[in-house]
T-cell receptor
Framework: GAGVSQSPRYKVAKRGQDVALRCDPISGHVSLFWYQQALGQGPEFLTYFQNEAQLDKSGLPSDRFFAERPEGSVSTLKIQRTQQEDSAVYLC?????????????FGEGSRLTVL | GENVEQHPSTLSVQEGDSAVIKCTYSDSASNYFPWYKQELGKRPQLIIDIRSNVGEKKDQRIAVTLNKTAKHFSLHITETQPEDSAVYFCAASAHNDYKLSFGAGTTVTVRA
């Protein structure tokens, strides 16, 4: 596809359920990021991949959050035992380069609501 | 880590007037400052960016200025149009730091 694709666009989960959010970055993009965007706030960094290597996971809020990108393309963000405070839009972004900041291309996000 | 503050949080302007959004940052090592526009329910999209080796950059009706000494940068939109209505985010990152730190956003409403 032409842009970053995320699925599902909307997810409602009961507290305690596990969820998995998928990101298809732009083909050939080396860098992949996950951001969390709470209502009325700017995106907050969660984790960064360079190809299949997860180089930074310092933004993950707890050990219930896990991300992977096993083949250096598609990435999955998994949240175990969801809590109400996990409710947010989860944005995936990709970038062509690996070594320096460049334009981030965002997906439309996955809106997670935890009841 | 980097802390980016953005003001105002909301801005209402008459069509044709100018809009200015200001951001400050804390990390003096930051050298890349992009601005993203996010329409309701849509993805953030880059509209302009500036690196620390320049003080100003323009692209048609949009301009960004940077004051490294004071650690602040601003977005200027001239001759605003209804399609400029959106949330605008500033961000900052340092060289070789792939992470962008975002401001909280400014909701711009252009009144017809």
């Amino acid at each position: 596809g032409a842009g970053v694709s995320q699925s599902p666009r909307y997810k409602v989960a009961k507290r305690g359920q596990d969820v998995a959010l998928r990101c298809d970055p732009i083909s050939g993009h080396v860098s992949l990021f996950w951001y969390q965007q709470a209502l009325g706030q700017g995106p907050e960094f969660l984790t960064y991949f360079q190809n299949e290597a997860q180089l930074d996971k310092s933004g993950l809020p707890s050990d219930r959050f896990f991300a992977e990108r096993p083949e250096g393309s598609v990435s999955t963000l998994k949240i175990q035992r969801t809590q109400q405070e996990d409710s947010a839009v989860y944005l995936c972004a990709s970038s062509l380069l690996a070594s320096d900041t460049g334009e981030l291309f965002f997906g439309e996000g996955s809106r997670l609501t935890v009841l | 880590g980097e802390n980016v503050e953005q003001h105002p949080s909301t801005l209402s302007v008459q069509e044709g007037d100018s809009a200015v959004i200001k951001c400050t940052y804390s990390d003096s090592a930051s050298n890349y400052f992009p601005w993203y526009k996010q329409e309701l329910g849509k993805r953030p999209q880059l509209i302009i960016d500036i690196r620390s080796n320049v003080g100003e950059k323009k692209d048609q009706r949009i301009a960004v200025t940077l004051n490294k000494t004071a650690k602040h940068f601003s977005l200027h939109i001239t001759e605003t149009q209804p399609e400029d209505s959106a949330v605008y985010f500033c961000a900052a990152s340092a060289h070789n730091d792939y992470k962008l730190s975002f401001g909280a956003g400014t909701t711009v409403t252009v009144r017809a």
